[in-house]
């Protein structure tokens, strides 16, 4: 089915709504909870669902101490500190610019690729793309402005962003063909990240707000439906659309993470900052471009594997 069919834009429709839509959910849930408590919560309620779908499935859990121990790894630079570090961004970053920051993370793949020497292809058009996404974060900071962006909230943000890409890197390496389904794998995942989650709660930082039913729900939300069922629906659209109509759906995340935040939150980007999102949009396109046409691969924008990872 091509990515014009009516059935296929839906899907593609409801995967973007519901993955830019987290960025709104953490927000609204630090009103009443602290980072930490935001990413233990959405882990364990993201791997409960996941778990319930993978036995629908069929799907056991991954035994062996040795991928367990690559979960380890996985779970944390995929989902712990990434999700952490996108709450503990939101307590002073709007969820919109967290949306785009997001967007950053195959620039650092690309970045992260050259580096271990698993990029290959390595064209102008493709350079071109990282120095022009890579301009588009400057824009958005704007550090040589007083009411740039540039802070602990953003550089938080990033680091996510970095994260995800580590993660990228070392799952495409040591979780690859592994035997266990997708699904299962990834709940096996998400249940590591709550426990490594879970272990640094003593060391937390008291919550902004105290505890309400506006963060109750928006976590609840992030992390069944954030979380768990946006990895089974992209799971789906991959194996029944192909990579090329999930890839589509990375690009339409910043732009459904900044239209929430300005309509639900109130959030006023400015000019600048739109000019920054499109500029990294673009830069990201170049750097994928060729990479998509001769291999036919994505990168997961949410760190839950596609089955090109797994096959998490």
Known sequence: MSTGAPGTLIRMGVLALLWGSGFLWIKLALTGLSPLQVTVIRCALGAAVLLVLSRWAGQRLPRGR???GRLVIAAFFCNA????????GELTVDSGVAGVMNATTPLWSVLIGIGIGSERGITAVR???LVLGFAGIMLIFAPWQKSGLLGWGTLALLGAAVSYAVAFAYMGRKLVGQGAG???ISAAQLMTATGLSAVALPFDAPSPGPLNVTALIAVVVLGVFGTGITFYLN????ADEGATSAATVGYLLPVVSVALGAIVLGE???PRVFAGMAVVLIGVALTRYVRSSARRSISNPSCQPSPSVSRS
């Open 182 to 184: 997708p699904i299962a």
């Open 268 to 270: 006023e980007l400015g």
């Open 235 to 238: 799971y789906r659209l991959i």
């Open 66 to 68: 040795r991928i367990w």
């Open 81 to 88: 500190l990434p999700f952490a570090l996108f709450s503990i």
């Open 127 to 129: 350079v071109g793309g």
